[in-house]
T-cell receptor
Framework: ETGVTQSPTHLIKTRGQQVTLRCSSQ?????VSWYQQALGQGPQFIFQ???????GRGNFPPRFSGLQFPNYSSELNVNALELDDSALYLC????????????FGPGTRLTVT | AQRVTQPEKLLSVFKGAPVELKCNYS??????LFWYVQYSRQRLQLLLR??SRESIKGFTADLNKGETSFHLKKPFAQEEDSAMYYC???????FGKGTRLHILP
C-alpha cells in the first residue's frame, strides 16, 4: 500500500501565471480533498472530488479548479496567480464519502513572485 | 451553521503535567469532530475521532454535549507530544487555526 504523494515538492511562479499541482491518492481511495495552508494558518478547504465529480467547495474563487481521474489521482489548477496564493497546498485522500480519516500528502510549496 | 473554535493559539505544558487542548463547537444536529496532529516535518494525521472513543498515544477526547466541547486530554505530557493540534469538523474536514502544544522539559 502506497501513501499519498504530491508533485512537485516546490514551485515558483510569477503573478498572472497558471499552475497545476498533482496528487496521487492512497491505494483504494476514491475521494480526494485539496487544502491551502498559508504560513501559520490551518489548512483551508478548497474542494473535494469523489469518483471524478466535485463534491463540495470551500470559499475559493473559480480560478481554483480541479480534476479527478479514473485512477483517482487528482490535479489542482490555479489560474491568474496572485501573490496571496503563495502557500502549502495539501491533498488528502479517503475512502468513500464518510471522510472520517483522511490521509494527507506532504504538500506542494507554491511561491508566487 | 456549525462552527468549531480552538481558543488557544499556543499551549505550553511541563513534561509530566496534564494536557488539555480545548475545542468548542456550536452545532445544529450531531457534530462530526476529530483531532488531527502535525508533528514537526511530518504529515498531518488523524489522532482521534469522536465516534471511536479510543485512546491514541495516551490522548482521549470526550464529546460533552452539555458544554459543547471536545477537549483533547492526556494525563502526563511527553516531549514527543509537541506538535500542532487541530480540531476539524464536518464531513469535509474543515480546519481552524489549531493550537501549538509545546512541552517544556
Amino acid at each position: 500500500e502506497t501513501g499519498v504523494t504530491q508533485s512537485p515538492t516546490h514551485l515558483i511562479k510569477t503573478r498572472g501565471q497558471q499552475v497545476t499541482l498533482r496528487c496521487s491518492s492512497q491505494s483504494g481511495h476514491n475521494t480526494v480533498s485539496w487544502y491551502q495552508q498559508a504560513l501559520g494558518q490551518g489548512p483551508q478547504f478548497i474542494f473535494q472530488y469523489y469518483r471524478e465529480e466535485e463534491n463540495g467547495r470551500g470559499n475559493f474563487p473559480p480560478r481554483f479548479s480541479g480534476l479527478q481521474f479514473p485512477n483517482y489521482s487528482s490535479e489542482l489548477n490555479v489560474n491568474a496567480l496572485e501573490l496571496d496564493d503563495s502557500a502549502l497546498y495539501l491533498c488528502a485522500s479517503s475512502s468513500g464519502l464518510a471522510t472520517y480519516e483522511q490521509y494527507f500528502g506532504p504538500g506542494t510549496r507554491l511561491t508566487v513572485t | 451553521a456549525q462552527r468549531v473554535t480552538q481558543p488557544e493559539k499556543l499551549l505550553s505544558v511541563f513534561k509530566g503535567a496534564p494536557v488539555e487542548l480545548k475545542c468548542n463547537y456550536s452545532y445544529s444536529g450531531s457534530p462530526e469532530l476529530f483531532w488531527y496532529v502535525q508533528y514537526s516535518r511530518q504529515r498531518l494525521q488523524l489522532l482521534l475521532r469522536h465516534i471511536s472513543r479510543e485512546s491514541i498515544k495516551g490522548f482521549t477526547a470526550d464529546l460533552n454535549k452539555g458544554e459543547t466541547s471536545f477537549h483533547l486530554k492526556k494525563p502526563f505530557a511527553q516531549e514527543e507530544d509537541s506538535a500542532m493540534y487541530y480540531c476539524p469538523w464536518g464531513d469535509k474536514i474543515i480546519f481552524g487555526k489549531g493550537t501549538r502544544l509545546h512541552i517544556l522539559p
